[in-house]
């Protein structure tokens, strides 16, 4: 027991002191965590950490697909709806088609079963992946929307095909009917079992005298219960998080209503996200002695080589897919007047973002080592070692050129959205709009006596004057930007200083550690005013 324990506190100290290292290198954490896996995986004494699929699926993935599903707009999504049902499923069947034939074509003795189970397993991007490497770069909102919204539903579809392409295998009887029936039946469950287990959980944060620390464990016990009951009665537990996970968020205004415990739930929640994103990523890397090893018959160099083939079958086939699917769809006049032409450069972009990712390695790992008549499951690790090809070339090569390929195509957002800072003041300007005028209808006598009341409304006065000479600089562009780089430059000296002194009195006897911590959270959302950073 103690040994495992340190092993896993040793594994955490290194993703931390790697993941470091990859900020400084400016190099997203996930793919310099597989990269870094993979050269720790052969030194020499090194323990082989096998990547479990039964964790992946239990552990990891619920909370994984629930806190992305918690930060997605509904709004983005719902609007965006058909191209992320295209990409989710119809681009999800598509390669599982294409991979199964090309598998069957290329390697002897694969069976066509057999090529489904390998399609299902490489046809979904992966959702942590795209967004870490596109942090930082600016990219419009319409790209972002679209990975987001696919990556949360296009492991249901492909799970749901890769367990049909399994049951052939082993059974070696498949009915296409039975299947689309299936389908229909986990999905659409799963979608009603997210929803009424939504429904339970606001009841209980809306009507229950709960705490933020209670409302924090609710939250994280969310995912899990959702995704045992689905998977329980056999439906889709990765839909049913994903609608649960909307909804809850849908609906967060009105039953999480204090800051404390919105401030508390995301700082627990971005906690344990971040270290289960980077646990499973380096586990990727440091799988792969283990997935050699179990080769057998088949030489690292062939392997290597169907590897490189099926992967590039399933970048070309996404590339076909998303110009194909955007290009094919402005046939279709309503279409053309609701939404802008995104030419050349969205689906080059979004084609090129399609990077695999655990859930793929976790996938592959859970075919089972021997069938039903107790003999060897057909081309077992050879499937394993292709997805880990495929997760290496995608993540790595793509991951590594994306941000590179952004910044030379020079996109631009077509859907007229303004840029996040000025809608940050715009929103704040509407805000103090709000307080000022019920100061002045209800409150007008009070905050003339109200000494408090007054300094207030001096305040917001002064809040406003200031956001709006803000948003004139941003109107104008680069004619006012030193303004606004002074201004920001002055601010951060400020906080900076207060940080430092806040140091100091930490020393003082007469202030706790509670209250020095609160003053620092209000300097650092004060100070996100200016960066316009977020939170989460």
């Not at 032409?341 to 080592?369: C, D, E, Q, Y």
């Not at 590594?400 to 007229?416: E, R, V, Y």
């Not at 996040?420 to 100061?439: F, G, H, R, T, Y």
Request: hydrophobic letters at 50%.
């Amino acid at each position: 027991m103690q040994n495992s324990l340190l092993i896993i506190l040793a594994l955490l100290f290194v993703v931390m002191m790697l993941v470091l290292l990859a900020q400084r290198l400016k190099i997203a954490y996930p793919i310099f965590l597989v990269v870094a896996g993979l050269g720790i995986s052969f030194i020499p004494g090194i323990p082989h950490i096998g990547l479990n699929p039964e964790i992946i699926f239990l552990i990891f993935l619920p909370p994984l697909l629930y806190e992305a599903a918690w930060y997605t707009s509904w709004k983005d999504f719902w609007h965006w709806k058909r191209p992320i049902a295209l990409y989710a499923f119809g681009l999800v069947f598509a390669t599982s088609i294409i991979v199964a034939y090309a598998s069957v074509a290329l390697i002897p003795g694969f069976t066509l079963a057999l090529g489904f189970l390998l399609g299902g397993i490489v046809s979904p991007p992966d959702a942590v992946a795209a967004s870490t490497v596109l942090k930082g770069v600016k990219v419009p909102r319409r790209v972002i929307a679209i990975l987001e919204g696919e990556s949360l539903v296009n492991d249901a579809s492909s799970l749901i095909v890769f367990r049909f392409a399994l049951a052939a295998v082993i059974t070696g009887a498949f009915s296409l009917q039975v299947a689309v029936g299936n389908f229909f039946l986990a999905a659409g469950m799963g979608l009603v079992t997210g929803v009424a287990i939504g429904h339970v959980m606001y009841v209980v944060h809306r009507f229950l005298p709960t705490t933020a620390a209670m409302d924090t464990a609710l939250t994280l016990m969310a995912p899990y219960i959702i995704y045992l009951t689905a998977e329980h009665f056999d439906f889709s537990g990765v839909i049913a998080v994903v609608s649960g996970g909307l909804f809850i968020s849908y609906r967060s205004h009105e039953i999480f209503t204090t800051g404390e415990t919105r401030l508390n739930m995301m700082s627990v929640w971005r906690t344990l996200v971040f270290i289960m994103n980077a646990i499973v990523f380096i586990l990727i890397g440091l799988e792969l002695p283990t997935i050699i090893n179990g080769l057998g018959e088949h030489s690292i160099n062939e392997a290597l080589g169907y590897g490189l083939i099926i992967s590039a079958v399933t970048i070309a086939v996404r590339f076909a897919w998303v110009f194909a699917s955007t290009h094919l769809a402005r046939l279709n006049k309503k279409i053309r007047i609701n939404e802008p032409n995104p030419g050349w450069k969205f689906p080059l972009v979004v084609g090129w973002a399609g990077m695999r990712g655990v859930v793929s390695l976790a996938t592959a790992l859970s075919v089972p080592v021997l069938m039903v008549n107790n003999e060897h499951f057909p081309f077992r690790s050879l499937i394993i070692f292709i997805t880990f090809v495929v997760i290496f070339i995608t993540l790595v090569i793509q991951g590594l050129t994306l941000p590179l390929l952004i910044k030379l195509i020079d996109i631009k957002d077509i859907d007229g959205e303004l840029p996040p800072e000025q809608q940050q003041a715009s929103l704040k300007l509407e805000l103090d709009d709000v307080a000022l005028k019920i100061l002045d209808e209800k409150y007008s006598s009070e905050t003339q006596s109200n000494e408090l009341l007054g300094i207030f409304k001096d305040h917001l006065l002064n809040d406003v004057n200031a956001t709006q000479q803000r948003l004139e600089c941003l109107e104008f562009g680069d004619t006012k930007k030193h303004e606004i780089d002074l201004y920001n430059k002055v601010l951060n000296e400020i906080y900076t200083q207060q940080r430092k002194e806040l140091s100091k009195l930490r020393r003082n006897k007469s202030y706790s550690d509670e209250e020095i911590r609160r003053m620092d959270m209000q300097i650092d959302l004060e100070e996100l005013k200016i960066s316009g950073g977020h939170i989460h």
